[in-house]
């Protein structure tokens, strides 16, 4: 009689082997919370196609990639195939040319299938993009159609152990000596970092604050260039974390970004567009958390009913709706702002990043206690996107940062 009652529950419940479970996205999607509303006939091409690419070659082993911390190398190189490796890169070096609107879509929906992935690709197409604009012809081509193709893959290097929201502060120096730099330095929490072929880094050429910082492109092999241990995390396992030390690493100034001084302009720009990634991916796990909350109100039963017939229940389950549409509605208002070089389109892009990571978690950490204890086996997709998504309110600028950006717009007048 147990067994009876526990096997519709276990409809979610992950296949032996680690296998995660597939997600119904595109079968029983209630129109009030249609991630397709309001799209054009393009976006939801680009959507759908990224909605099969996270049902049929992340979802089924989500589960795998994180208890086994496997970087799925091989599966990101299919998404690229599809143009996903340089969504918002120009077409004329391998990318897809898309909007940031576009690129918020099909972030979100990949996100369905396995967040941690889908956040390190979005980290890797802020950096082919930061290239693909700061960068001068010969770098564009040099370096941007191998990491559309994701043939190789980039890391951001901006975070140190010392300066984490106070970037404008890090010490990692880069000596100008002839046609070379000489850098020497650490950064720290780098997604990617020692599995990554490409590493953009924020180092310092001049004196201190902002203006003193400038924007070099290192590329895995370059003698002094080493990793820390790869460190063990609450979620994004299917991602490696470590150091990024550099030893007396001679890079050719050929390699640096724009201007001497530029560098902390363009790190700022790019985590402008990584807020709104970030975002995405959040909406992503909130919408896949949504769903699966929904089918087991609907399967479960307690006190000889379904728990959806609990008002108490209905009324969370309406709530964490109506916050996913509320966060997925300002985060594509920033993308459009973003994308039209508004100038209020940087406010806009953190309270995007502050709302949307804010309110997804509690949706999926909602999702989870709906769930009870069935949440809190790692058997049930719920559990990892709530340790996924916990990090998107710390990283590409912190909460807290994205306060202080709004209150200082504000108080600005």
């Not at 290097?157 to 000596?177: F, M, V, W």
């Not at 998504?389 to 909460?399: A, C, D, M, S």
Request: glycine share 10%; with cysteine.
């Amino acid at each position: 009689e147990e067994g009876s009652r526990r096997a519709p529950a276990m409809a979610w419940r992950a296949a032996p082997g680690l296998a995660a479970p597939r997600l119904p996205l595109r079968r029983g999607v209630a129109p009030c919370i249609d991630p397709s509303a309001g799209l054009t006939e393009e976006q939801k091409e680009f959507q759908k196609v990224a909605l099969d690419f996270a049902a049929k070659e992340m979802a089924p082993h989500m589960a795998e990639w994180d208890e086994k911390e496997i970087f799925p190398v091989e599966t990101m190189r299919k998404a690229a195939q599809l143009g996903f490796g340089g969504i918002y890169v120009k077409p004329d070096v391998g990318g897809s040319g898309l909007s940031r609107l576009d690129t918020s879509v099909i972030f979100e929906a990949l996100s369905t299938g396995c967040t941690s992935t889908t956040a390190y690709m979005s980290i890797h197409n802020m950096c082919v993009w930061m290239i693909d604009t700061f960068g001068n012809e010969e770098q564009r081509r040099r370096f941007c159609p191998s990491l559309c193709s994701m043939e190789k893959f980039a890391s951001y290097c901006l975070t140190e152990p010392g300066s984490g929201s106070d970037a404008a502060s890090l010490l990692t120096s880069a000596q100008r000596k002839g046609d070379t730099y000489v850098l020497n330095g650490s950064k720290a929490f780098i997604s990617g970092g020692g599995d990554t072929d490409v590493y953009v880094v924020m180092c310092r050429t001049g004196g201190p604050g902002p203006k003193g910082i400038s924007c070099l492109v290192l590329e895995k092999g370059t003698p002094g260039l080493s990793f820390g241990k790869k460190e063990k995390k609450v979620g994004w396992n299917s991602q490696p974390t470590r150091a990024v030390i550099f030893e007396d690493c001679v890079v050719p100034v050929g390699n640096r970004l724009g201007t001497e001084g530029q560098g902390f302009s363009i790190a700022m720009n790019g985590l402008n567009g990584g807020r709104i990634n970030i975002a995405s991916c959040s909406l992503g796990a909130a919408h896949a958390s949504v769903l699966l909350a929904q089918e087991h109100l609907t399967v479960r039963k307690q006190f000889g009913e379904p728990l959806a017939n609990n008002q108490y229940l209905q009324f969370k389950l309406a709530e964490m709706a109506t916050r996913l549409v509320a966060a997925r509605l300002m985060v594509r208002n920033a993308a459009r702002a973003l994308q039209e070089g508004r100038e209020d389109a940087a406010v806009l892009c953190s309270m995007a990043k502050l709302f949307a990571t804010d309110e997804c978690f509690a949706i999926c950490n909602q999702a989870l206690q709906m769930h009870g204890g069935y949440g809190y086996l790692k058997d049930y997709a719920v559990q990892q996107f709530v340790r996924d998504i916990r990090v998107h309110q710390i990283l590409e600028g912190t909460n807290e940062v994205m306060r202080m950006i709004v209150a200082r717009n504000l108080l600005q007048g």
